[in-house]
Antibody, heavy 123, light 112 residues
Framework: QLQLQESGPGLVKPSETLSLRCTVSGASISDSNFYWGWIRQPPGKGLEWIGSVSHSGSTFYNPSLKSRVAISVDTSKNQFSLRLNSLTAADTAVYYC???????????????WGQGTLVTVSS | QSVLTQPPSVSGAPGQRVTISCTGSSSNIGADNDVHWYQQLPGTAPKLLIFRNTNRPSGVPDRFSGSKSGTSASLVIAGLQAEDEANYYCQSYDYSLSGFWVFGGGTKLTVL
């Protein structure tokens, strides 16, 4: 049974860097049939794709966040991580990690999601 | 402002059929990119409902169906049930600077 679990701080100060980790169980993050991604949802608002990473570490980022975001994989721990710097209140959101079955990139979707973790940016 | 446009809300009585639209452009849906749909029940993570325009993952009732035409896609829910009350999001791939994978703004379905 595939499970994704986000972990990280629930409160981060403005201008600081957010670091989140997603631990994958029930599947190997090294499987070349999948990408892994981060999506966020501000309170009461819609979904925003942040970025995705392949098993080999190739990355794809939302252009609106590209200058502040980095996603990486740790195959030894079956985890992938998100770093988002220069935080502001607008980054307050529930952050989800997810899996994408790889086909043609234009046809990819998010088939499994973690439960999400609320990150509040406040002093 | 989302790249994919959905109505903010729709409603229907139990047993009725509702349709949720997702309107894009030539840089996403109109570029022959697939559309996918997610259901988000209150307080939970989104769940994949329809993938590649018309396909249901295992366990999704056949009351849910999807279609795509031109620059738009639709999610149809037949035989509405109280447990269908949720937010629904469409998703596709966009070639413009708006980003790669993009979501619609979401539609709140209320079962009357």
């Amino acid at each position: 049974q595939l499970q994704l679990q986000e972990s990280g701080p629930g409160l981060v100060k403005p201008s600081e860097t957010l670091s989140l980790r997603c631990t994958v169980s029930g599947a190997s993050i090294s499987d070349s049939n999948f990408y892994w991604g981060w999506i966020r949802q501000p309170p009461g608002k819609g979904l925003e794709w942040i970025g995705s990473v392949s098993h080999s570490g190739s990355t794809f980022y939302n252009p609106s966040l590209k200058s502040r975001v980095a996603i990486s994989v740790d195959t030894s721990k079956n985890q992938f991580s998100l770093r988002l710097n220069s935080l502001t209140a607008a980054d307050t959101a529930v952050y989800y990690c997810s899996r994408l079955p790889v086909d043609v990139i234009t046809n990819d979707f998010f088939d499994f999601w973690g439960q999400g973790t609320l990150v509040t940016v406040s002093s | 402002q989302s790249v994919l446009t959905q109505p903010p809300s729709v409603s229907g009585a139990p047993g009725q059929r509702v349709t949720i639209s997702c309107t894009g452009s030539s840089s996403n849906i109109g570029a022959d990119n697939d559309v996918h749909w997610y259901q988000q029940l209150p307080g939970t993570a989104p769940k994949l409902l329809i993938f590649r325009n018309t396909n249901r993952p295992s366990g999704v009732p056949d009351r849910f169906s999807g279609s795509k035409s031109g620059t738009s896609a639709s999610l149809v829910i037949a035989g509405l049930q109280a447990e269908d009350e949720a937010n629904y999001y469409c998703q596709s791939y966009d070639y413009s600077l708006s980003g790669f994978w993009v979501f619609g703004g979401g539609t709140k379905l209320t079962v009357l």
